[in-house]
């Protein structure tokens, strides 16, 4: 079945460090895929996307590029901040699949001063 | 970006007793919502889809007589969980589906959560 890999946490980073949050899946056809942020006692929220392969979503200094060879959509960003600290998840959504999402685990990510 | 309200936000209930979990699209209709479990650190189960004027779809495993989903309107579902049991505490999330004019453009906005204690 379809299913998402994500790197196990938590992260801790210093502030300014560079992030890498590593993605992979498994789908049957082409799905678009997705990073979601999760802030402490929220719900999630889309921070980025990519819907064909070597697509790159960026949003707020976060990117990941869609690598159709490798199953891959690894989240990065050059300089952290304390406020990103946050659990990610990795998503995909497969063509005709209702709109539904699979989800990997989520990586929690905590930057420190 | 569109806004899902959650209400409420976290809830204590007694064994044996119903709960009533809502899932509002504040500024945009929703044919499809999304009901989710969320297990402390662990990813997002997906329970149920809920269908404006149809029945929920209920994913393996997940007890419809106990989950019981309405998606009455194209902005409001709601899930309640029936004669909870201390099992039942979880985290609950529900999405609702903005459909854009291309498929690709349709995305899912998520509620705050709810925090179910069942004690």
């Known amino acids: 079945g379809d299913s998402v890999t994500q790197m196990e946490g938590p992260v801790t980073l210093s502030e300014e460090a560079f992030l890498t949050i590593n993605c992979t899946y498994t789908a049957t056809g082409y799905p678009s895929l997705f990073w979601y942020v999760q802030y402490p006692g929220e719900g999630l929220q889309l921070l980025l996307k990519a819907t064909k392969a070597d697509d790159k979503g960026s949003n707020k200094g976060f990117e990941a590029t869609y690598r159709k060879e490798t199953t891959s959509f690894h989240l990065e960003k050059g300089s952290v901040q304390v406020s990103d600290s946050a659990v990610y998840f990795c998503a995909l959504r497969l063509t005709g699949g209702g709109n539904k999402l699979t989800f990997g685990t989520g990586t929690q990510l905590k930057v420190e001063l | 970006g569109a806004v899902v309200s959650q209400h409420p936000s976290w809830v204590i209930c007694k064994s044996g007793t119903s709960v009533k979990i809502e899932c509002r699209s504040l500024d945009f209709q929703a044919t499809t919502m999304f009901w989710y479990r969320q297990f402390p650190k662990q990813s997002l189960m997906l329970m149920a889809t809920s269908n404006e004027g149809s029945k929920a779809t209920y994913e393996q495993g997940v007890e419809k007589d106990k989950f019981l989903i309405n998606h009455a309107s194209l902005t409001l579902s709601t899930l309640t969980v029936t004669s909870a049991h201390p099992e039942d505490s979880s985290f609950y999330i529900c999405?609702?589906?903005?459909?854009?004019?291309?498929?690709?453009?349709?995305?899912?906005?998520f509620g705050q959560g709810t925090r179910l204690t069942v004690v």
């Open positions: 999405s609702a589906i903005k459909t854009g004019v291309w498929w690709l453009n349709t995305e899912a906005f």
